[in-house]
């Protein structure tokens, strides 16, 4: 392990983990850690409580681990000292919004978490993100007046929080005179918590229905609460009713949410969109730009061989990009394929064994949809056939990492434009068909099994 000044290596794994975890999560386990003096290889941290202890170990021992040195048992070199703090004011990044009868409102004082680099001029686009950004900018633009609720939902590390702060920043700076909360599913559950035990909740209930937007993160963590899924549900349709714009996110859609029909309904109402997995394209941009903005030189060459071995989400590519630059630092050195599969390694063992062809999903499609493979390879456009070959299309561009124009001449030399418009299309429907969604789903499975 390379030896370094601790302060210096615990920032440099900050730098990491502050991008790798939602702001919420920074603010309440990372920020009130204290790196103390220490004249031995271990690093000697100040925590409030054994909770932030269990919280880094359980969670973070393998980056922990790849940043400090360690013991001969595997665990990170760290010596935990344990100081119960006052109770913590928080003060960064946050903005205070203007409030309404802030004389007799106990929130007056209550400020909008937003992370600086959530922002929409910094989201990457690409096909699998284009609709639910379209949607967010134009809810961010006309609040309560494009659609409501806007739901948001995908897999980890897509960029869904993202995209739920840049809304906040955009009416923030736009849009002054709104109240505005952005706010973890969790965190809302808190607060309701401890107003009942300070006996303040109509206090509570009367801020969150005042407001003109409200943001919530990972709604999935309501699920199995219901009493507090009652308590959102009455705040939500109170500022439905009054026209007042929200936002949700989640991992997955509504309808799969164990939650209560009554609840679902409403999140139903707006619109749902789907956010997906990043194509190789995307992939290669979101690298450069992060590499730009952390000053680090990465070849093109470079970028393609990380976005081709590591792709199941946005922050995975962001943890990568953050090792290598650490270790390249820490090093002195350029990046090379040779570092990268040498610091990398771990994470590009995610690459599945069995890998997915154009002609494997053709013949699962045809299997699943009960038409034959020479006519999804040909050129009939009856219903029957044109349907199944854009659902092939669309596996397609989901699940081969190749570019538009090779998989468009895998489909008989149909153009990219072409494999684009069957991939838009099934995106769309699959937001509204129940049964396409299970054919998709049955597919996949089939294919990744």
Not at 246 to 258: A, C, E, H, M, R
Request: glycine share 4%; with cysteine; aromatic share 8%.
């Amino acid at each position: 392990m390379l030896t370094r000044d601790h302060r210096e290596t615990w920032s440099l794994f900050i730098e990491f983990i502050e991008e790798k975890c939602s702001s919420i999560e920074f603010e309440n386990w990372f920020a009130p850690i204290q790196v103390l003096p220490s004249d031995t290889d271990e690093i000697h941290l100040e925590v409030p409580n054994i909770f932030v202890r269990e919280y880094l170990m359980d969670n973070y021992k393998r980056d922990l681990c790849a940043f400090l040195p360690t013991r001969s048992d595997g665990d990170p070199a760290i010596h935990f000292v344990i100081n119960e703090p006052k109770k913590p004011t928080h003060s960064a990044q946050v903005v205070e919004l203007p409030t309404k009868e802030s004389h007799d409102d106990p929130y007056s004082n209550h400020s909008l978490k937003l992370n600086q680099f959530y922002q929409f001029s910094n989201f990457i686009e690409g096909p699998s993100n284009q609709f639910v950004k379209s949607a967010a900018m134009g809810v961010a633009t006309k609040p309560g007046r494009s659609y409501n609720p806007l739901f948001i939902h995908g897999g980890v590390g897509l960029g869904k929080t993202h995209l739920l702060h840049a809304i906040g920043h955009y009416v923030k700076e736009n849009h002054k005179k709104l109240r505005i909360q952005c706010i973890t599913t969790e965190a809302f559950i808190n607060d309701l918590v401890d107003n009942l035990r300070n006996k303040s909740v109509d206090r509570m209930k009367r801020f969150y229905r005042s407001l003109d937007i409200l943001l919530v993160d990972d709604i999935q963590f309501l699920q199995s609460r219901l009493n507090f899924e009652e308590e959102f549900c009455n705040t939500f349709e109170s500022l439905i009713n009054q026209s007042k714009q929200i936002v949700i996110t989640s991992d997955k859609p509504p309808g799969q949410l164990k939650l209560s029909e009554r609840m679902i309904a409403r999140m139903e109402w707006g619109l749902v969109a789907n956010i997906g997995v990043p194509d190789l394209e995307t992939r290669v941009a979101i690298l450069q730009h992060k590499a730009e903005q952390k000053g680090l030189r990465l070849p093109n060459q470079i970028a393609f061989f990380i976005a081709e071995h590591i792709f199941n989400n946005v922050r995975q590519l962001e943890g990568a990009l953050n090792r290598l630059s650490a270790y390249t630092r820490l090093m002195g050195i350029e990046v090379t394929e040779e570092v990268v599969e040498k610091t990398l390694s771990e994470l590009m063992e995610q690459i599945p064994q069995k890998k997915i062809s154009v002609e494997s999903i053709l013949k699962c499609v045809a299997t699943i949809f009960e038409v034959r493979l020479s006519d999804l390879r040909g050129t009939s456009r009856t219903k029957d056939v044109a349907f199944p070959r854009q659902v092939a299309m669309y596996l397609a561009k989901e699940l081969v990492n190749e570019s538009l124009m090779k998989l468009a001449t895998a489909f008989g030399g149909k153009t990219h434009s072409t494999l684009l418009h069957a991939w838009k299309k099934i995106s769309g429907q699959l937001e509204k068909d129940e049964t396409l969604r299970r054919q998709i789903h049955m597919a996949r499975r089939n294919l990744e099994a």
